[in-house]
């Protein structure tokens, strides 16, 4: 549980780095970035192996209703980062259209897996978007949305990519062992 404790916190603390010590970050120019991408990559896989070892209390399992209910979360989330990066109408409403699909994801994964290990790594990762909008909003209160156009054409892509990437990553999940498509 260590493990997946340390991989949480160090992900927290990456990212929130550049917001804790700008000053610091600044100083570091270049080369920090490529420090940043270096302690994200070295979290995620304290995560993963850590996650994967992790034993503990186990409240409740997956059912078909919690695994329908988080594969809606899903495909909201990875139709926001799509948004995101197209500037669809949406991004015009949500300031963080990012970090929103970053929650969705991590609380929709909280909801078919109900033991503490899945609540460190999901929950922890889910405060850490809601703690990262807030840091963004404090440090930059102001925000411009951005005015339109916004084509029909982006806002079909956005969502037939989060249609193939939610297909993508589900076969992942099923070749290791999770089906998320079934109870």
């Not at 991989?7 to 940043?36: D, I, S, Y």
């Not at 186990?58 to 988080?70: C, D, R, V």
């Not at 029909?152 to 076969?171: N, S």
Request: glycine share 10%; net charge positive.
């Amino acid at each position: 549980m260590l493990i997946l404790i340390l991989g949480v916190a160090l992900f927290w603390g990456a990212h929130l780095f550049k917001r804790l010590q700008p000053a610091r970050r600044a100083e570091m120019g270049e080369k920090g970035k490529g420090m940043v991408a270096a302690a994200l990559g070295v979290s995620v896989l304290l995560m993963i192996i850590g996650y994967r070892m992790s034993d503990g209390p186990y409240w409740w399992g997956p059912s078909a209703p919690l695994k329908g209910i988080n594969n809606l979360l899903v495909l909201a989330a990875f139709y926001l980062f799509a948004a995101a990066g197209m500037k669809t109408r949406i991004t015009s409403r949500i300031r963080h259209p990012q970090l929103t699909g970053f929650s969705l994801w991590a609380l929709a994964h909280l909801l078919p897996n109900g033991d503490l290990p899945s609540f460190i790594l999901f929950g922890g990762l889910f405060v850490w978007a809601l703690v990262e909008m807030a840091a963004i909003n404090r440090a930059e209160p102001s925000w411009t949305p951005p005015a339109g156009p916004f084509p029909a054409k982006r806002e079909v892509m956005a969502v037939a990519g989060a249609i193939l990437v939610m297909l993508v990553v589900g076969m992942i999940h099923k070749a290791l062992g999770y089906n998320p498509f079934g109870a």
